[in-house]
């Protein structure tokens, strides 16, 4: 049974654009899925489907086992991380990170305690008393990651998370988001135009052009050497 399971789905914007045309896609439990292709040709919009964030405007999607096309983002099993890490400025990073949990009413010992784990994950503890302002991009992208750990979420989502990074810290970044992938085998929907992203984190690529899926499979048989 698919984690995720996308049947038929469209999305047509007001004003008439067809971003997405009616795709097809099942992701299994635990599996890194990457959605790859040019500019415009609807990985985001899909991505944002899945979150809630879009509405659909045919078909299905399935997370869980349930039909979500009705559930606000809220309510669906997920985290998403952005690429402008939509931290809140006024916030520490403990409460950036705990933020989620206390909108869900956690008690507050369990939140303390998801948030020191992550913490500790991805090397952020003594971080926590901050603003985001006073953090580099790289430990902001972390924030934002732990943001979503500590939800504990079926599905992790993520939008082009190291497109504003330096190359140096994009390839430290890609390390640790597989590390928290391994660490915690969540599903995982992560959408980018770098081809090395697609190569070093996906079990499979899934490449759209034209608000279709063209191809479908594991790295080593979309990307071949020269
Ligand atoms: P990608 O993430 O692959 O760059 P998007 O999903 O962002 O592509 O966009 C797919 C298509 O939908 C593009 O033609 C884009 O211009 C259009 N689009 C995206 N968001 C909106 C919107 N809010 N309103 C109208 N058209 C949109
Ligand atoms: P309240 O939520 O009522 O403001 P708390 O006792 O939960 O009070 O925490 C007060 C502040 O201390 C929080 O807003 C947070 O910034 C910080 N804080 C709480 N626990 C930790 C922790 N384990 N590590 C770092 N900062 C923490």
């Given at each position: 049974m698919a984690e995720v399971s996308i049947r038929k789905v469209v999305k047509a914007y007001e004003g008439g654009v067809q971003a997405v045309k009616g795709i097809d896609l099942e992701i299994a439990d635990h599996e890194f899925v990457v959605l790859v292709g040019?500019?415009?040709?609807?990985k985001s919009t899909t991505l944002r489907m899945i979150a809630g964030l879009e509405e659909i405007s045919d078909g299905q999607i399935w997370i869980g086992g349930d039909v979500v096309n009705d559930v606000p983002p809220r309510d669906r099993d997920i985290a998403m991380v952005f690429q402008n890490y939509?931290?809140?400025?006024?916030?520490?990073v403990f409460d950036n990170m705990a933020f989620g949990l206390k909108l869900r009413k956690f008690p507050k010992e369990e939140i303390r305690r998801r948030v020191d784990d992550a913490a500790r994950m991805l090397d952020i503890q003594p971080l926590l008393q901050r603003k985001p302002k006073a953090l580099s991009g790289g430990q902001r992208q972390r924030v934002a990651m732990g943001r979503a750990i500590v939800r504990n979420p079926k599905v992790f989502l993520f939008d082009?998370?190291?497109?504003?990074?330096?190359a140096k810290l994009r390839v430290q970044m890609r390390t640790e988001i597989k590390k928290v992938h391994q660490t915690i085998p969540t599903t995982t929907v992560y959408v980018t135009h770098d081809q090395v992203e697609a190569m070093t984190l996906a079990d499979r690529v899934v490449v759209m052009n034209g608000g279709i899926i063209e191809q479908v499979g594991p790295p080593q048989e979309l990307y071949h050497r020269p």
């Open positions: 040019p500019s415009g040709c609807g939509a931290l809140y400025p006024h916030m520490s082009e998370p190291l497109s504003n990074l330096d």
